[in-house]
């Protein structure tokens, strides 16, 4: 079994519910996105794929997804929350085009580095954290 529904199946037990086969197919379909997807979006593919899903079913297992860590929630201010794998997957910031909504993900180790800086100067703790930068990508630019 995937460790990705290994980790889910666990936690799902551990509340007491159990890995029904819309949460299976739900996941399963999670698994094969490798992109940052909405709700909406996910819940279309699903239709297409297994026809009628419901819509409580779904967004009540992306909350157990975004809550036993598998997924992460994103509010880049498009009116949705945008998903992407958490578990297994490091550390990473965005960029988001204002104009075509493209979402780029990068890391920078000097960024993290002044980030974790400013917290030991500030005696600050960081439990995480999240950088979003807003703009106009190079396609939007013509360059």
Do not use: W
């Not at 960024?111 to 106009?136: C, N, S, V, W």
């Amino acid at each position: 079994m995937d460790p990705l529904l290994t980790a889910f199946d666990s936690f799902l037990k551990n509340k007491g519910l159990r890995f029904t086969e819309p949460r299976r197919q739900i996941v399963e379909k999670v698994l094969t996105l490798h992109t940052h997807f909405t709700a909406e979006e996910l819940y279309e593919q699903l239709k297409n794929e297994y026809g009628h899903i419901s819509k409580a079913t779904l967004y009540r297992t992306l909350a157990l997804l975004t809550e036993s860590n598998v997924l992460e929630a994103q509010d880049f201010g498009a009116g949705s929350n945008y998903y992407e794998h958490k578990l297994g997957h490091t550390h990473h910031d965005h960029m988001v085009c204002l104009k075509c909504n493209r979402i780029i993900e990068f890391k920078d180790d000097k960024i993290e580095a002044a980030q974790d800086a400013m917290a030991k100067k500030l005696r600050f703790k960081p439990r995480y954290h999240t950088l979003k930068i807003y703009g106009t990508c190079s396609r939007c630019l013509g360059t």
